[in-house]
């Protein structure tokens, strides 16, 4: 027979979000060490498909946990957007931080261990079934009677399906991306000087995002991470063909996508309609949602940890679990109450195809920031003095 094992809050995912929520309740208060429990179905480090850019949101958040990133990381000073002929570039100190995330996301498993966290790994969920005074969470090795359960399972969200929470429609809120490793010697001048590219002329063969290339570290190995975002936030237009937009941008730089390891996987992006919370159960991170516009999701899932963390708080010390507050405090957060706007965001750029329009638009850049800057300034990953280099 198994076991049932009780506690006060159950985390499902150790990465970013699910991470975050454990260290800002043991920052609040140590003794949440010994009330909650973290499981996932892999073993750190494990393989998660991403850019691994940490912009400044993110690194304030880590900051203000008394966390630096240790795993070897390369520092952004520059980014470059480009539209066809016209760059621009924004420069800052650093701009972000790329990481690899088997890397990042075990150092932060680490950091919640240290600080008496237990985290279950290699244990994953099979079955959620919420009941009036406790959920009941059952792993492959145990089940486990919890008062609150955190969903950071991420995109694919094995929790929501089963308890068929959220978008019933025929488009789901997903972005669809595709990323390559290319070994690169360190002098190549995106390493040399810190820059990363972000390249929107893949809007022209129907992409609704952008070709990316960040300078990497792989076992210590300079690797170029590059890869295509498609945001799909007009999902009732035809899908790019974005193997081939992929092909085309590598073929430019000189590689070829039949040398190297291909591999995909989704983004959930943030929707209005979806509630994030059920009584003594709420969303983080990607399970949550993120964002559409650049395909931000690290800060984000950091961000919702530490909400996610308030709220469980505030909930024990009211004994009140309807956990009705937390889409409230989301929205009213600095950074994720940008999200409603990143996805407004999207919809007007992403709805544009005209190569001449586009240009209009591309060119108007450094006034757009400014508004948006004056407007929302928090809603920017990045600064908003952006010059003009081609
Ligand atoms: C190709 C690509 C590139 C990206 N690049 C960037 C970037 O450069 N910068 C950026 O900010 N964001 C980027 N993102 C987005 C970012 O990776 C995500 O937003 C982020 O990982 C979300 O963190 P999370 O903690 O919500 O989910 P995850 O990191 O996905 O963690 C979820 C965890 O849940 C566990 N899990 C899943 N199912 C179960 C189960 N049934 N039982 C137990 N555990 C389970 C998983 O093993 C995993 O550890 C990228 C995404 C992709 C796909």
């Known amino acids: 027979m198994t076991q049932i094992e009780t506690i006060d809050l159950l985390i499902i995912g150790s990465g970013p979000a699910g991470i975050s929520t454990a260290l800002h309740l043991v920052q609040m208060d140590e003794s949440w060490a010994g009330r909650m429990m973290v499981v996932d179905k892999a073993v750190h480090p494990r393989e998660k498909l991403c850019g691994g850019g940490v912009t400044q949101s993110g690194l304030r958040i880590l900051d203000a946990l008394g966390l630096s990133i240790e795993p070897p990381n390369i520092f952004i000073r520059e980014v470059q957007f480009k539209y066809d002929d016209i760059t621009f570039a924004v420069r800052d100190e650093p701009l972000f931080r790329v990481v690899r995330r088997d890397e990042f996301d075990h150092w932060l498993v680490r950091e919640?261990?240290?600080?008496?966290?237990?985290?279950?790994?290699?244990?994953?969920?099979?079955?959620?079934?919420?009941?009036?005074?406790?959920?009941?969470?059952?792993?492959?090795?145990?089940?486990?009677?919890?008062?609150?359960?955190?969903?950071?399972?991420?995109?694919?969200?094995?929790?929501?399906?089963?308890?068929?929470?959220?978008?019933?429609?025929?488009?789901?809120?997903?972005?669809?991306?595709?990323?390559?490793?290319?070994?690169?010697?360190?002098?190549?001048?995106?390493?040399?000087?810190?820059?990363?590219?972000?390249d929107f002329s893949a809007q022209n063969a129907g992409v609704q995002g952008y070709v990316w290339d960040f300078p990497s570290l792989k076992d210590g190995q300079a690797m170029m991470n590059r890869g295509v975002f498609d945001s799909?936030?007009?999902?009732?237009?035809?899908?790019?063909?974005?193997?081939?937009?992929?092909?085309?941008?590598?073929?430019?730089?000189?590689?070829?996508?039949?040398?190297v390891?291909?591999?995909?996987?989704?983004?959930?992006?943030?929707?209005?309609?979806?509630?994030?919370?059920?009584?003594?159960?709420?969303?983080?991170g990607d399970a949550a949602g993120v964002d559409p516009f650049v395909g931000e999701g690290i800060s984000f899932a950091l961000g919702y940890g530490k909400i996610a963390a308030e709220t469980i708080a505030a909930a024990f010390a009211r004994n009140d679990f309807s956990l009705a507050d937390y889409r409230r405090r989301v929205l009213d957060d600095s950074l994720l109450g940008v999200l409603p706007l990143r996805v407004w965001m999207a919809r007007k750029l992403y709805r544009l195809r005209s190569p001449r329009l586009l240009r209009w638009v591309w060119r108007g850049l450094p006034l757009w920031m400014r508004v948006l800057a004056m407007v929302r300034p928090a809603v920017m990953p990045f600064p908003p003095r952006v010059e003009r280099i081609d």
């Open 232 to 259: 799909r936030i007009r999902a009732e237009r035809p899908r790019a063909a974005l193997k081939t937009v992929l092909a085309d941008a590598l073929r430019q730089r000189g590689r070829e996508l039949s040398a």
């Open 112 to 198: 919640a261990e240290a600080r008496e966290v237990a985290v279950r790994q290699g244990e994953a969920v099979r079955d959620v079934q919420p009941h009036a005074d406790f959920v009941a969470v059952t792993t492959e090795k145990n089940t486990i009677h919890a008062k609150i359960v955190v969903v950071a399972d991420g995109s694919n969200s094995f929790v929501r399906r089963k308890l068929n929470w959220g978008h019933g429609g025929d488009n789901p809120p997903v972005a669809r991306l595709l990323e390559v490793l290319t070994p690169e010697t360190p002098d190549h001048p995106l390493f040399a000087q810190g820059i990363a590219v972000f």
């Open 261 to 284: 390891a291909l591999k995909g996987y989704p983004i959930r992006w943030f929707d209005r309609a979806l509630a994030l919370s059920r009584p003594r159960m709420l969303l983080a």
